[in-house]
């Protein structure tokens, strides 16, 4: 499932962490990847120790833990801190696959990447090129959000970046262990949830709206791991 998740930062937000991101140093991306992502992979990054991106990243997880849509949506069960990137002069990142096991830092416990986020911290008008691909079974879907919103996307896809050729795209991007594994059953989780959250609005509660809010908790019952 692809998921457009308007509005994680606001406008003041996204100032505050430009702010302090266009005046750091960024190092070579191709540190935190392996090799086939090393060979494809042309942007920089914020070192995953930086003391500026554990600060921001800490902002990003706050907004996210007040954010209803992202947790019914990715169903977190661990997140790893938020990464930061930067795209200019042609810098794009080529097709690959996220690692599927990565290291809490600190921790060093495994966390299984279920979930991938993109969270956008340009205007779209600032630069060219940079679009996110993903593809699906559905094809190839583009994606460049207003700066504040985020995509979430299942971490099993073929996705890149392409060149960014006027200005510089930057974002923040993590990845999230989900308590529901398989993307076609936290689909239908989150179809489910926002089918009975619209309905509520709508009805109130009645008797029906109970027994499918109990069916909703006896399938995640059946399906999370924790
Ligand atoms: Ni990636």
Known sequence: MLLHIPGVLDREQVAAMRARLDTTGWVDGRT????QGAQVKRNR???DTSPLAIELGQVILTALANHPLFFAAALPL???PPLFNSYAGGEHYGAHV??????LPGSGAWVRTDVSSTLFLSAPEDYDGGELIITDVYGEHEVKLPAGDLILY???SIHRVEPVTR????CSFFWTQSMVRDDLRRAMLFELDQNIQSLRARLGDCPELVGL???YHN????WSEA
Not at 167 to 170: F, K, P, S, T, Y
Not at 219 to 222: I, P
């Open 98 to 103: 996220d690692g599927a096991m990565r290291r």
């Open 213 to 215: 809010t109990g069916h």
């Open 167 to 170: 200005g510089a795209r930057v």
């Open 45 to 47: 990054q914020l070192g």
């Open 32 to 35: 935190t990847v392996g090799a």
């Open 154 to 156: 299942p971490s099993t």
């Open 78 to 80: 661990r997140t790893i």
């Open 219 to 222: 399938l995640l019952r059946q």
